[in-house]
C-alpha cells in the first residue's frame, strides 16, 4: 500500500498563500500524471490541479492563476503553491495520482479565514 503524506496547510488570511507538500511512498514516474485535490463539507472531492510526466499542467478555473503544482522525481515529492488564497479555498488538501487510485492520505487542512 503506497503511503501518501501531506503537509503545510494551516490558518491564512485572505490573500494569503500557502505551499503544501506532498511524500508519495513510491516512485511518481510511474504514474502519468499526479494530482492535488480538495474537499470541503457537503461537495465531493474534486481536482484543483494536475501535473503530467511531461510537465503539462491543468488547473480548474477556480484557481488557475493562483495555484502552481510541481513535483520532484527525485524526492517523490509533489508540491502546490497556493497565492491570493481566497475564503473558498478552505478544505482538507489530498495528493494522488489523477485517477485518484492510490490509498487517501490524511489530508492537510487549508483555511482562509480573517
Known amino acids: 500500500q503506497v503511503q501518501l503524506v501531506e503537509s503545510g496547510g494551516g490558518l491564512v488570511q485572505p490573500g494569503g498563500s500557502l505551499k503544501l507538500t506532498c511524500v508519495v511512498g513510491?516512485?511518481?514516474?510511474?504514474?502519468?500524471?499526479m494530482a492535488w485535490f480538495r474537499q470541503t463539507p457537503g461537495k465531493r472531492r474534486e481536482m484543483v490541479a494536475r501535473i503530467t510526466n511531461k510537465e503539462s499542467t491543468n488547473y480548474p478555473d477556480s484557481v488557475k492563476g493562483r495555484f502552481i503544482i510541481s513535483r520532484n522525481f527525485a524526492d517523490n515529492t509533489v508540491f502546490l503553491q497556493m497565492n491570493s488564497l481566497k475564503p473558498e479555498d478552505t478544505g482538507v488538501y489530498y495528493c494522488?495520482?489523477?485517477?485518484?487510485?492510490?490509498?487517501w492520505g490524511q489530508g492537510t487542512q487549508v483555511t482562509v479565514s480573517s
Open positions: 513510491t516512485k511518481i514516474s510511474a504514474f502519468l500524471a
Open positions: 494522488n495520482n489523477d485517477r485518484g487510485s492510490l490509498s
